[in-house]
């Protein structure tokens, strides 16, 4: 597909997922998201000939101007949108296919662990929800979602719907994995807080029994 060709497609997407949009001058104008995109295709075309400056260059200036931050070396596909984009950030050697629908404040970063391949493959037609944190070379299988605020250190089998903190699947092919309970989703520093707690009340009970190993050994003597 020719490189203008998919610049519209990338303008048609935006009518198909955003009801507020009216005209492709509105859209081509004011989406921010949009922008985001054209620029990176822009500076990964530099980055695939090895213009690596430039393409840095162009990056860091659509990401002054549009608070998406995309890594020139990303791969992206077909009909890709970023609906109210600021706080995005699209690591290195993440992978995007086609259809794909990410919301503001999404990561698709890496941990710090890996080399070469540490970020994560997006399979086609997914969607990933507002504050959601896809980490490290994980795969989120086709037609998935990824819930609003999740943190995701897993790979994702198609067709699921990940939730949480960890992301876990709740929903696969169209059924139930288990009950989903919003009160109960992991809160690691409630987790880390009640392990101290615990911690220290042993600490309490050992030099409790200490102390009073001290006083009879006083009164004995």
Not at 53 to 78: C, M
Not at 152 to 160: C, E, G, S, Y
Not at 199 to 214: C, D, N, P
Request: proline share 3%.
């Amino acid at each position: 597909m020719g490189f203008f060709k998919m610049l519209k497609e990338d303008m048609d997407v935006v009518f198909d997922q955003d009801p507020a949009a009216r005209s492709y001058i509105e859209v081509c104008l004011t989406y921010s998201g949009l922008h985001a995109i054209w620029s990176h295709r822009i500076a990964h075309g530099f980055y695939r000939k090895k213009f690596f400056f430039i393409a840095r260059l162009i990056s860091q200036i659509s990401r002054f101007f549009t608070g998406v931050e995309i890594h020139p070396g990303a791969k992206i596909g077909h009909r890709f949108f970023i609906d109210h984009g600021m706080g995005v950030v699209i690591g290195e050697t993440c992978e995007i296919g086609d259809n794909v629908t990410i919301y503001q404040g999404v990561t698709l970063g890496g941990t710090g662990k890996e080399k070469g391949k540490r970020h994560p493959t997006i399979k086609d037609n997914v969607l990933i929800a507002t504050g959601a944190k896809v980490l490290g070379s994980i795969t989120i299988g086709e037609n998935s979602k990824v819930g609003a605020g999740s943190v995701v250190l897993k790979d994702v089998p198609d067709h699921a719907t990940v939730v949480g903190i960890p992301g876990r699947v709740v929903v696969q092919n169209g059924e139930k994995v288990k009950d989903l309970d919003h009160h109960k989703l992991p809160d690691p520093m409630y987790e880390l807080l009640n392990r101290m707690d615990t911690e220290i009340k042993e600490l309490q009970k050992e030099i409790a029994a200490l102390k009073g190993a001290k006083h009879n050994d006083d009164q004995s003597i």
